[in-house]
Protein backbone atom coordinates (compact mmCIF):
# COMPACT_ATOMS: atom_id res chain seq x y z
CA UNK A 1 0.00 0.00 0.00
CA UNK A 2 3.11 2.44 0.76
CA UNK A 3 4.31 1.43 -2.62
CA UNK A 4 0.70 2.60 -4.27
CA UNK A 5 1.23 5.31 -2.30
CA UNK A 6 4.17 7.10 -3.67
CA UNK A 7 3.34 5.98 -7.22
CA UNK A 8 0.35 8.07 -6.71
CA UNK A 9 2.28 10.66 -5.33
CA UNK A 10 5.24 10.89 -7.94
CA UNK A 11 2.60 10.80 -11.07
CA UNK A 12 0.85 13.88 -9.29
CA UNK A 13 4.41 15.17 -9.22
CA UNK A 14 5.10 14.40 -12.87
CA UNK A 15 1.73 16.14 -13.99
CA UNK A 16 2.21 19.34 -12.20
CA UNK A 17 6.06 19.90 -13.21
CA UNK A 18 5.62 18.55 -16.54
CA UNK A 19 5.03 21.61 -17.77
CA UNK A 20 8.88 23.30 -16.41
CA UNK A 21 9.99 19.93 -16.84
CA UNK A 22 13.25 18.97 -19.76
CA UNK A 23 12.52 16.25 -21.73
CA UNK A 24 15.66 14.42 -20.37
CA UNK A 25 14.31 14.73 -16.80
CA UNK A 26 10.25 13.46 -17.82
CA UNK A 27 11.96 11.01 -19.53
CA UNK A 28 13.90 9.61 -16.47
CA UNK A 29 10.50 10.46 -14.38
CA UNK A 30 8.54 7.66 -16.87
CA UNK A 31 11.57 5.62 -16.49
CA UNK A 32 10.78 5.50 -12.94
CA UNK A 33 7.38 5.22 -13.29
CA UNK A 34 7.67 1.94 -15.48
CA UNK A 35 10.15 0.27 -13.04
CA UNK A 36 7.89 1.22 -9.84
CA UNK A 37 5.05 -0.01 -11.80
CA UNK A 38 7.04 -3.16 -12.28
CA UNK A 39 7.37 -3.38 -8.86
CA UNK A 40 3.97 -2.49 -7.71
CA UNK A 41 2.64 -5.72 -10.11
CA UNK A 42 5.20 -7.88 -8.48
CA UNK A 43 3.96 -6.64 -4.91
CA UNK A 44 0.58 -7.67 -5.81
CA UNK A 45 1.49 -10.77 -7.07
CA UNK A 46 3.78 -11.86 -3.79
CA UNK A 47 0.48 -10.64 -2.07
CA UNK A 48 -1.60 -13.23 -3.96
CA UNK A 49 0.71 -15.86 -3.12
CA UNK A 50 1.23 -14.93 0.33
CA UNK A 51 -2.71 -14.80 0.80
CA UNK A 52 -2.56 -18.66 -0.99
CA UNK A 53 -0.17 -19.34 1.84
CA UNK A 54 -1.77 -18.24 4.79
CA UNK A 55 -4.86 -20.04 3.29
CA UNK A 56 -3.13 -23.28 3.24
CA UNK A 57 -1.72 -22.76 6.93
CA UNK A 58 -5.48 -21.83 8.25
CA UNK A 59 -6.50 -24.86 7.05
CA UNK A 60 -3.76 -26.72 8.05
CA UNK A 61 -3.80 -24.96 11.79
CA UNK A 62 -7.22 -26.69 11.27
CA UNK A 63 -5.89 -29.97 10.50
CA UNK A 64 -3.66 -29.82 13.44
CA UNK A 65 -6.48 -28.73 15.75
CA UNK A 66 -8.62 -31.61 14.64
CA UNK A 67 -5.66 -34.14 15.08
CA UNK A 68 -4.85 -32.95 18.37
CA UNK A 69 -8.46 -33.13 19.76
CA UNK A 70 -8.47 -36.87 18.08
CA UNK A 71 -5.02 -37.83 20.26
CA UNK A 72 -6.65 -35.89 23.48
CA UNK A 73 -9.83 -38.34 22.93
CA UNK A 74 -7.22 -41.53 22.51
CA UNK A 75 -5.12 -40.61 25.47
CA UNK A 76 -8.05 -40.61 27.52
CA UNK A 77 -9.49 -44.02 26.52
CA UNK A 78 -5.61 -45.37 26.63
CA UNK A 79 -5.85 -44.29 30.10
CA UNK A 80 -8.86 -45.76 31.02
CA UNK A 81 -7.63 -48.94 29.24
CA UNK A 82 -4.26 -48.56 31.39
CA UNK A 83 -6.19 -48.23 34.82
CA UNK A 84 -9.03 -51.09 34.25
CA UNK A 85 -5.78 -53.29 33.47
CA UNK A 86 -4.42 -52.19 36.83
CA UNK A 87 -7.41 -52.85 38.52
CA UNK A 88 -7.63 -56.70 37.04
CA UNK A 89 -3.65 -56.96 37.83
CA UNK A 90 -4.85 -56.07 41.35
CA UNK A 91 -7.62 -58.66 41.14
CA UNK A 92 -5.28 -61.53 39.92
CA UNK A 93 -2.53 -60.85 42.54
CA UNK A 94 -5.37 -61.11 45.35
CA UNK A 95 -6.59 -63.80 44.20
CA UNK A 96 -3.14 -65.64 43.63
CA UNK A 97 -2.57 -64.76 46.71
CA UNK A 98 -6.16 -66.03 48.10
CA UNK A 99 -4.88 -69.53 45.70
CA UNK A 100 -1.99 -69.66 47.74
CA UNK A 101 -3.55 -69.96 50.97
CA UNK A 102 -5.90 -72.34 49.72
CA UNK A 103 -2.75 -74.56 48.76
CA UNK A 104 -1.68 -74.12 52.09
CA UNK A 105 -4.81 -74.86 53.98
CA UNK A 106 -4.50 -78.07 51.50
CA UNK A 107 -1.59 -79.07 52.50
CA UNK A 108 -2.62 -79.43 55.75
CA UNK A 109 -5.77 -80.65 55.38
CA UNK A 110 -3.74 -83.70 52.76
CA UNK A 111 -1.58 -83.76 56.03
CA UNK A 112 -4.44 -84.92 58.44
CA UNK A 113 -5.80 -86.91 55.80
CA UNK A 114 -2.57 -88.99 55.27
CA UNK A 115 -2.69 -89.25 59.38
CA UNK A 116 -6.26 -90.28 59.80
CA UNK A 117 -5.96 -92.88 56.75
CA UNK A 118 -5.98 -95.69 59.10
CA UNK A 119 -8.99 -94.86 60.79
CA UNK A 120 -10.79 -93.68 57.39
CA UNK A 121 -10.14 -97.29 56.08
CA UNK A 122 -11.46 -98.74 58.90
CA UNK A 123 -15.08 -96.88 59.08
CA UNK A 124 -15.46 -98.07 55.52
CA UNK A 125 -15.04 -101.78 56.66
CA UNK A 126 -17.47 -101.06 59.05
CA UNK A 127 -19.78 -99.59 56.61
CA UNK A 128 -19.37 -102.20 54.32
CA UNK A 129 -20.48 -104.45 56.98
CA UNK A 130 -23.07 -103.41 57.75
CA UNK A 131 -24.46 -102.71 53.89
CA UNK A 132 -23.85 -106.85 53.57
CA UNK A 133 -26.11 -106.94 56.94
CA UNK A 134 -28.89 -104.95 55.07
CA UNK A 135 -28.64 -107.23 52.44
CA UNK A 136 -29.07 -110.32 53.91
CA UNK A 137 -31.88 -108.68 55.98
CA UNK A 138 -33.48 -107.69 53.14
CA UNK A 139 -33.28 -111.13 51.32
CA UNK A 140 -34.43 -112.99 54.21
CA UNK A 141 -37.46 -110.52 54.29
CA UNK A 142 -37.93 -111.24 51.02
CA UNK A 143 -37.72 -115.01 51.00
CA UNK A 144 -40.21 -114.48 54.14
CA UNK A 145 -43.08 -112.58 52.34
CA UNK A 146 -42.54 -114.63 49.37
CA UNK A 147 -43.37 -117.83 51.08
CA UNK A 148 -46.13 -116.33 52.98
CA UNK A 149 -47.94 -114.95 49.79
CA UNK A 150 -47.73 -118.25 47.74
CA UNK A 151 -48.73 -120.25 51.13
CA UNK A 152 -52.03 -117.71 50.95
CA UNK A 153 -52.78 -118.25 47.33
CA UNK A 154 -52.32 -122.07 47.55
CA UNK A 155 -55.37 -122.01 50.82
CA UNK A 156 -57.65 -119.07 49.28
CA UNK A 157 -57.76 -120.31 45.60
CA UNK A 158 -60.38 -123.15 45.83
CA UNK A 159 -63.98 -121.76 45.65
CA UNK A 160 -62.96 -117.99 45.69
CA UNK A 161 -62.88 -116.21 42.59
CA UNK A 162 -59.86 -114.20 41.86
CA UNK A 163 -61.48 -110.89 41.64
CA UNK A 164 -62.56 -110.96 45.33
CA UNK A 165 -59.13 -111.88 46.57
CA UNK A 166 -55.54 -110.41 45.69
CA UNK A 167 -52.55 -111.44 47.28
CA UNK A 168 -49.45 -109.29 46.79
CA UNK A 169 -46.20 -108.72 48.14
CA UNK A 170 -45.58 -105.00 48.85
CA UNK A 171 -42.01 -103.70 49.99
CA UNK A 172 -41.35 -105.53 53.63
CA UNK A 173 -45.37 -106.61 54.20
CA UNK A 174 -47.71 -109.13 51.98
CA UNK A 175 -51.45 -107.70 51.95
CA UNK A 176 -54.90 -109.25 50.73
CA UNK A 177 -57.38 -107.13 49.65
CA UNK A 178 -60.79 -108.52 49.88
CA UNK A 179 -64.12 -107.57 47.99
CA UNK A 180 -66.50 -105.60 49.75
CA UNK A 181 -69.27 -107.62 48.26
CA UNK A 182 -68.10 -110.83 49.65
CA UNK A 183 -67.64 -109.69 52.94
CA UNK A 184 -70.36 -107.40 53.71
CA UNK A 185 -73.85 -107.04 53.54
CA UNK A 186 -74.56 -103.71 51.56
CA UNK A 187 -74.18 -100.46 53.03
CA UNK A 188 -73.21 -102.00 56.59
CA UNK A 189 -70.72 -104.23 58.53
CA UNK A 190 -72.52 -107.27 58.88
CA UNK A 191 -70.34 -110.02 57.51
CA UNK A 192 -71.50 -112.47 55.38
CA UNK A 193 -71.34 -116.50 55.32
CA UNK A 194 -69.07 -116.32 52.92
CA UNK A 195 -66.35 -113.73 54.49
CA UNK A 196 -65.64 -116.27 57.17
CA UNK A 197 -65.23 -119.15 55.04
CA UNK A 198 -62.08 -117.23 53.42
CA UNK A 199 -61.16 -115.09 57.14
CA UNK A 200 -60.58 -119.17 58.45
CA UNK A 201 -58.25 -119.74 55.88
CA UNK A 202 -56.16 -116.24 56.19
CA UNK A 203 -56.45 -117.67 60.39
CA UNK A 204 -54.70 -120.39 59.75
CA UNK A 205 -51.74 -118.82 58.06
CA UNK A 206 -51.94 -116.15 60.89
CA UNK A 207 -51.44 -118.54 63.41
CA UNK A 208 -48.81 -120.83 61.73
CA UNK A 209 -46.87 -117.26 61.44
CA UNK A 210 -46.27 -116.34 65.33
CA UNK A 211 -43.89 -113.54 64.47
CA UNK A 212 -46.08 -111.79 62.52
CA UNK A 213 -48.61 -109.00 62.98
CA UNK A 214 -51.72 -108.29 61.14
CA UNK A 215 -53.24 -104.95 60.09
CA UNK A 216 -56.75 -104.49 59.05
CA UNK A 217 -58.07 -102.03 57.25
CA UNK A 218 -61.59 -100.73 55.83
CA UNK A 219 -62.07 -98.33 52.74
CA UNK A 220 -64.95 -97.18 51.04
CA UNK A 221 -66.36 -95.61 48.05
CA UNK A 222 -66.79 -91.72 48.19
CA UNK A 223 -70.89 -92.33 48.07
CA UNK A 224 -72.19 -90.47 51.39
CA UNK A 225 -73.58 -92.54 54.21
CA UNK A 226 -75.35 -91.62 57.64
CA UNK A 227 -78.21 -93.74 59.44
CA UNK A 228 -79.12 -94.93 62.93
CA UNK A 229 -75.67 -97.01 63.05
CA UNK A 230 -73.66 -95.53 61.05
CA UNK A 231 -72.15 -91.95 61.26
CA UNK A 232 -70.10 -91.45 57.98
CA UNK A 233 -67.97 -93.09 55.53
CA UNK A 234 -65.08 -92.74 58.67
CA UNK A 235 -67.45 -94.74 60.49
CA UNK A 236 -68.24 -97.47 58.57
CA UNK A 237 -64.48 -98.04 57.37
CA UNK A 238 -63.47 -98.64 60.64
CA UNK A 239 -66.88 -100.61 61.53
CA UNK A 240 -66.20 -103.31 58.95
CA UNK A 241 -62.16 -103.75 60.21
CA UNK A 242 -63.32 -103.89 63.41
CA UNK A 243 -66.06 -106.77 62.45
CA UNK A 244 -63.28 -108.49 60.92
CA UNK A 245 -60.91 -108.23 63.78
CA UNK A 246 -63.59 -110.38 66.01
CA UNK A 247 -64.07 -112.78 63.76
CA UNK A 248 -60.59 -113.51 63.54
CA UNK A 249 -60.12 -113.33 67.32
CA UNK A 250 -63.36 -114.86 68.46
CA UNK A 251 -64.24 -117.55 66.17
CA UNK A 252 -60.64 -118.87 64.79
CA UNK A 253 -58.59 -118.20 68.07
CA UNK A 254 -56.33 -115.59 66.31
CA UNK A 255 -54.12 -113.70 69.16
CA UNK A 256 -55.36 -110.25 69.93
CA UNK A 257 -51.99 -109.15 70.60
CA UNK A 258 -51.16 -109.92 66.79
CA UNK A 259 -54.13 -107.69 65.27
CA UNK A 260 -54.75 -103.84 64.65
CA UNK A 261 -58.18 -102.39 63.32
CA UNK A 262 -57.80 -99.52 61.07
CA UNK A 263 -59.93 -97.34 59.01
CA UNK A 264 -59.23 -95.65 55.81
CA UNK A 265 -62.88 -94.12 55.09
CA UNK A 266 -62.71 -93.35 51.14
CA UNK A 267 -59.22 -92.06 51.07
CA UNK A 268 -56.63 -93.58 49.19
CA UNK A 269 -58.85 -94.94 46.58
CA UNK A 270 -57.28 -97.00 44.07
CA UNK A 271 -59.52 -95.70 41.29
CA UNK A 272 -61.28 -92.85 40.48
CA UNK A 273 -64.90 -92.81 41.98
CA UNK A 274 -66.71 -91.95 38.53
CA UNK A 275 -68.46 -95.20 37.81
CA UNK A 276 -69.98 -97.92 39.55
CA UNK A 277 -67.28 -100.72 39.01
CA UNK A 278 -64.37 -98.06 40.13
CA UNK A 279 -66.30 -97.43 43.46
CA UNK A 280 -66.60 -101.39 44.07
CA UNK A 281 -62.74 -101.60 43.36
CA UNK A 282 -61.97 -98.36 46.52
CA UNK A 283 -64.60 -100.46 48.55
CA UNK A 284 -62.94 -103.12 49.59
CA UNK A 285 -60.81 -104.50 52.49
CA UNK A 286 -57.22 -105.02 52.91
CA UNK A 287 -55.34 -107.59 55.58
CA UNK A 288 -51.52 -106.74 55.71
CA UNK A 289 -49.19 -109.31 57.29
CA UNK A 290 -46.22 -107.75 58.29
CA UNK A 291 -43.13 -108.71 60.70
CA UNK A 292 -43.46 -107.10 64.50
CA UNK A 293 -40.87 -104.70 64.58
CA UNK A 294 -39.22 -106.28 67.51
CA UNK A 295 -38.48 -109.11 64.90
CA UNK A 296 -37.71 -107.31 62.10
CA UNK A 297 -34.91 -105.07 64.33
CA UNK A 298 -33.43 -107.99 65.15
CA UNK A 299 -32.63 -108.72 61.25
CA UNK A 300 -30.45 -105.59 61.65
CA UNK A 301 -28.67 -106.81 64.66
CA UNK A 302 -24.75 -106.56 64.11
CA UNK A 303 -24.05 -110.01 65.33
CA UNK A 304 -26.34 -111.44 62.67
CA UNK A 305 -24.23 -109.55 59.64
CA UNK A 306 -22.50 -112.06 57.15
CA UNK A 307 -18.47 -112.61 58.57
Do not use: H
Request: aromatic content about 4%; some cysteine.
Amino acid sequence: MRTISKLTLLIVMIASMSSCVSKKKFKNLQEQYGTMQSELDKCQEAEIVYAKRLDACEREREGIKTSLASANTSLTLRQEQLDDMRAQLADMKQLRDKQVSQVGDLTVLSQKANDNIGETLAQLETKEKYVRLLQAAKTKADSINLALAVNLKTVLKDGIEDSDVEVKVDKTVVFINLSDKMLYQAGSSNLTPRSKEVLGKIAKIIESRPNLEVMVEGYTDTDPIRNSCIEDNWDLSVKRATSVVRVLQKEYGVDPNKLIAAGRGEYNALAPNDTPANKSINRRTRIIILPKLGEFYDLLNPDMAPK
